[in-house]
């Protein structure tokens, strides 16, 4: 799992494995954004969480939002090798203005 | 859409030089943010703006890093006399209306390597 201070984490999975990052945040937060970022490019926003939702879906994704331990997870089903790349989680709040903390990041390898 | 430009891609300067990097924000966004990302601290917050205004510079280092958005299109990072601990991807992101509720539209980054 990742957080603000956690090293980045590695997983290394087989394609069509089904893979669950997590993600600790210590602040209260209204919004957790999960971001992907491949190599040599700027992370790509995959999916928005907000308080007061339990679970969001997105195609081959699943994020879920527990506020009352500080936690996130993003599921991704039926891996594809054009999935290998570094995984954040993002956490917002009102008292913060629009500024995102991101979390160390999970480098995720899918072998073909 | 283009989405967010940045340059230049890769940047090498000398200790005690000064780096100019440029950020282009996707047209219409009125918020434009700068982090940086390293292995060992990974993306780190530095500032933002919204409409043009400098809006939270908390994670900006006091001496030598200085931001600008001079007009709607672009934005710069400025950091004078540079030293080897400067080295890092520097990332530009644009949103709307900048809410930490709305999507950030990062750039590929500049690679700044401080010899």
Same mark, same amino acid.
């Given at each position: 799992?990742?957080?603000?201070?956690?090293?980045?984490?590695?997983?290394?999975?087989?394609?069509?494995?089904?893979?669950?990052?997590?993600?600790?945040?210590? *602040?209260?937060? &209204?919004?957790?954004?999960w #971001?992907?970022?491949?190599? +040599?490019?700027?992370p @790509?926003?995959?999916? =928005?969480?907000?308080?007061?939702?339990?679970?969001?879906?997105?195609?081959?994704?699943?994020?879920?939002?527990?506020?009352?331990?500080?936690?996130?997870?993003?599921?991704?089903?039926? *891996?594809?090798? &054009?999935?290998?790349?570094? #995984?954040?989680?993002a956490? +917002?709040?009102?008292n @913060?203005?629009?500024? =995102?903390?991101?979390?160390?990041g999970?480098?995720?390898?899918?072998?073909? | 859409?283009?989405?967010?430009?940045?340059t230049?891609?890769?940047?090498?300067?000398?200790?005690?030089?000064?780096?100019?990097?440029?950020?282009e924000?996707?047209?219409?966004?009125?918020?434009?943010?700068?982090?940086?990302?390293?292995?060992?601290?990974?993306?780190?917050?530095?500032?933002?703006?919204?409409?043009?205004a400098?809006?939270d510079?908390?994670?900006?280092?006091?001496?030598?890093?200085?931001?600008?958005?001079?007009?709607?299109?672009?934005?710069?990072?400025?950091?004078?006399?540079?030293?080897?601990?400067?080295?890092?991807?520097?990332?530009?992101?644009?949103?709307?209306?900048?809410?930490?509720?709305?999507?950030?539209?990062?750039?590929?980054?500049?690679?700044?390597?401080?010899?």
């Open positions: 799992s990742q957080w603000g201070e956690e090293n980045l984490q590695a997983l290394s999975i087989q394609e069509g494995e089904d893979v669950t990052m997590n993600c600790s945040y210590k *602040t209260y937060t &209204t919004v957790v954004q #971001y992907r970022q491949k190599s +040599g490019k700027g @790509a926003q995959l999916i =928005l969480i907000r308080s007061n939702e339990r679970e969001k879906r997105s195609g081959r994704l699943r994020a879920t939002l527990d506020t009352s331990s500080q936690s996130s997870s993003l599921s991704i089903t039926g *891996t594809l090798a &054009t999935d290998t790349a570094v #995984y954040f989680c956490t +917002g709040y009102n @913060a203005g629009a500024k =995102l903390t991101f979390g160390g999970t480098r995720l390898t899918v072998r073909p | 859409n283009a989405g967010v430009i940045q230049p891609r890769h940047k090498v300067t000398g200790k005690g030089q000064e780096a100019t990097l440029w950020c924000p996707i047209s219409g966004h009125s918020a434009v943010f700068w982090y940086r990302q390293t292995i060992v601290q990974g993306l780190e917050f530095l500032t933002y703006f919204r409409n043009q400098p809006i510079d908390s994670g900006m280092p006091k001496e030598r890093f200085s931001a600008q958005m001079p007009n709607q299109s672009h934005s710069t990072l400025k950091i004078q006399s540079t030293q080897p601990q400067d080295s890092a991807v520097y990332l530009c992101a644009s949103s709307s209306t900048g809410s930490s509720a709305e999507t950030l539209y990062f750039g590929s980054g500049t690679r700044l390597t401080v010899l």
